[in-house]
C-alpha cells in the first residue's frame, strides 16, 4: 500500500525551463492537494482538487498549472521556472474537503526543486 | 496568510520530559488537526478534535481546543528521542465548507537522550 507517491523525488532546473511534478494516491481519496514548503514560511496551499473534475486556486497559485488526470492522479506544473519557486513540493490526498470540516491528509515524501 | 500560529518555534527537552506546543487561529473552524514531520519526509497526521471537543487523548498524545481563546494545545508525554520532528497544526481556512486546510508554521522539537 503505497499511499501518496510524488515523482521525481529531486530536480534542478534552469530559469524558463518547464517541468510537470507527478503525483498519485492509492486510497481511494476524493481530494488532493499541492502545498509548498519554504524555510520559515510552513506550509502555503497552491492548488487544490476537491473531487475529480474540480481545481481551486490556494494561496499561492500564480506560476503554477494543475490538471486532476482522474482521482488517482494530480499534476502540478511550472510552465516557465523561477528561482522563487525552489522549494519543496508536497502532495497530499483525504477523503474529501470541506464539507462538516476536512478530513485528515496524507502526504507524500515530496519533491526537492532546485532553479538556477 | 497563516490561519493558525505555533508556539513556541524550537523547543529542546530530555528524553521522559513533557513536551506542550501551542496553536492559535483567527476565525471560528469546524476542527483543528496536528502533525508531525520527520526530517525529509512528509507530514503525518496525528490527531484531528472537532469545534464540539474539549480534549483529546491518543497514546502520549494530548490535545486540547479552547474556541472561546481561539487555540489549542499538543501535550507529549515521556517523550523519547524518536518524537524529535517538527509539529504544525492546521484549520479549516475561514470554517468555510469546501475549503481546504491551513497550516501554521511548525514547532520543531529536539529530544536529546
Known amino acids: 500500500n503505497a499511499g501518496v507517491t510524488q515523482t521525481p523525488k529531486f530536480q534542478v532546473l534552469k530559469t524558463g525551463q518547464s517541468m510537470t511534478l507527478q503525483c498519485a494516491q492509492d486510497?481511494?481519496?476524493?481530494?488532493m492537494y499541492w502545498y509548498r514548503q519554504d524555510p520559515g514560511m510552513g506550509l502555503r496551499l497552491i492548488y487544490y482538487s476537491a473531487s475529480e473534475g474540480t481545481t481551486d486556486k490556494g494561496e499561492v497559485p500564480n506560476g503554477y498549472n494543475v490538471s486532476r488526470l482522474n482521482k488517482r492522479e494530480f499534476s502540478l506544473r511550472l510552465e516557465s521556472a523561477a528561482p522563487s519557486q525552489t522549494s519543496v513540493y508536497f502532495c497530499a490526498s483525504s477523503y474529501r474537503a470541506g464539507g462538516r470540516g476536512n478530513q485528515p491528509q496524507h502526504f507524500g515524501d515530496g519533491t526537492r526543486l532546485s532553479i538556477l | 496568510s497563516q490561519q493558525g500560529e505555533e508556539d513556541p518555534q524550537a523547543l529542546s527537552i530530555q528524553e521522559g520530559e513533557n513536551a506542550t506546543m501551542n496553536c492559535s487561529y483567527k476565525?471560528?473552524?469546524?476542527?483543528l488537526q496536528w502533525y508531525r514531520q520527520n526530517s525529509g519526509r512528509g507530514l503525518v497526521h496525528l490527531i484531528l478534535?472537532?469545534?464540539?471537543?474539549r480534549e483529546k487523548h491518543s497514546g502520549r498524545l494530548r490535545v486540547t481546543l479552547d474556541t472561546s481563546k481561539k487555540s489549542s494545545s499538543l501535550l507529549i508525554t515521556a517523550s523519547r528521542a524518536a518524537d524529535t520532528a517538527s509539529y504544525f497544526c492546521?484549520?479549516?481556512?475561514?470554517?468555510?465548507?469546501?475549503?481546504?486546510?491551513?497550516f501554521g508554521k511548525g514547532t520543531t522539537l529536539s529530544v536529546s537522550s
Open positions: 478534535i472537532r469545534s464540539n471537543e
Open positions: 486510497m481511494n481519496h476524493n481530494s
Open positions: 492546521a484549520t479549516d481556512a475561514g470554517g468555510q465548507a469546501g475549503t481546504a486546510l491551513i
Open positions: 476565525t471560528s473552524i469546524n476542527n
